[in-house]
């Protein structure tokens, strides 16, 4: 199985700052990268697909890339409504599978 | 507009049989694999399988081969996740996704809690 492994497990920051999680892939998962986010009691959000593309309607903030099998996701000016879990998912070979989740705090 | 509507929540013994649904609409249900996705409390979220509802083709995740079974009826455009004997362990949130490479929307997910 690939395995996704997130940095880091939890992130203290304050609105208005830049935060970058890091995924990094055991193996090639090719462009089948991922970003989800989820806040308590609901169901996850894509964000963005193909290792840097927005989903629809996603603010402009969050932004993607990768550096061979590490992916990272980007958000350039916290806002209050980004505190939540991030995670990355890969779908390149199955078992498909998610990293193990990012908890963003407030500082 | 895609949506995916989740069965309610399930309280059930150890040793009981359950089948929870996922009914999509808003899209061509065949154009799509959709599959199930395990959150335990507090936890991450797991890959547990897909299936390709045209022709039924399964993937699972080999943490659940053998322990669910993913299926789905096209004429209604709904897929299941079915226990044959549940476990206290099975207690989680399910959720359905449509996957177009990897999950794009997602149902509001299937609370199954699990105890004697």
């Known amino acids: 199985d690939i395995q996704m492994t997130q940095s880091p497990s939890s992130l203290s920051a304050s609105v208005g700052d830049k935060v970058t999680i890091t995924c990094r892939a055991s193996q090639s998962v090719s462009r089948y990268l991922k970003w989800y986010q989820q806040k308590p009691g609901k169901a996850p959000k894509l964000l963005i697909y193909a290792v840097s593309t927005l989903q629809s309607g996603v603010p402009l903030r969050f932004s993607g890339s990768e550096f061979g099998t590490d992916f990272t996701l980007t958000i350039s000016s916290l806002q209050p409504e980004d505190f939540a879990t991030y995670y990355c998912?890969?779908?390149?070979?199955?078992?498909?599978?998610f990293g193990q989740g990012t908890t963003l705090q407030i500082k | 507009e895609v949506q995916l509507v989740q069965s309610g929540t399930e309280v059930r013994k150890p040793g009981e049989s359950l089948r929870i649904s996922c009914k999509a609409s808003g899209y061509s249900f065949t154009t799509y694999w959709i599959g199930w996705v395990r959150q335990m409390p507090g936890k991450g979220l797991e890959w547990m399988g897909i299936i390709s509802p045209g022709d039924s083709q399964t993937k699972y995740s080999p943490s659940f081969q053998d322990q669910v079974t993913i299926s789905a009826d096209k004429s209604i455009s709904t897929a299941y996740l079915q226990w044959n004997r549940l476990k206290a362990s099975d207690t989680a949130m399910y959720y359905c996704?449509?996957?177009?490479?990897?999950?794009?929307?997602w149902g509001q997910g299937t609370l199954v809690t699990v105890s004697s």
């Open positions: 998912h890969q779908s390149y070979i199955p078992p498909y599978t």
């Open positions: 996704a449509r996957h177009n490479d990897g999950p794009d929307y």
